[in-house]
């Protein structure tokens, strides 16, 4: 769920309106196409106990880290530079990084 918002935010922030909804949805279709697996919403006792761990200027960013560290994912994929306040403990990547690494 989470990155569902953040793709479709990005788009709605970075394409005309008449055109955010229909990109935001090929963007989507796109990366469900790649190797990435999907991962389930913290449940709130992960989210309390673990919120220690990562601390970020914007707490509602929090969740995002909480649950790419839980899920032992291999990069957090972001435009956020917020998240370089976690860089030593989740690997923190522009979307165009991990499609260089990639080799897309």
């Known amino acids: 769920m989470y990155t569902l918002q953040e793709v ?3 788009c709605e922030a970075n ?5 955010a909804r229909e990109v935001a949805k090929l963007a989507l279709r796109r990366l469900l196409e790649t190797e990435v ?5 913290l449940d709130r006792r ?8 990562f601390q970020l200027p914007d707490r ?5 880290a909480i ?11 972001t435009y956020d ?4 306040a976690v860089s030593q403990q989740l ?3 522009s979307p165009e990084e991990w499609l260089e690494e990639e080799g897309d």
């Open 46 to 53: 992960t989210r309390i106990l673990e919120s220690r761990r």
């Open 81 to 84: 530079a917020h998240f370089q």
């Open 15 to 19: 394409f005309p309106q008449s055109e």
């Open 60 to 64: 509602s960013d929090q969740p995002h």
């Open 37 to 41: 697996e999907l991962a389930p919403l």
């Open 91 to 93: 690997r923190v990547l």
């Open 8 to 10: 479709y935010a990005f």
């Open 67 to 77: 649950a790419a560290w839980a899920n032992h994912c291999e990069a957090l994929l």
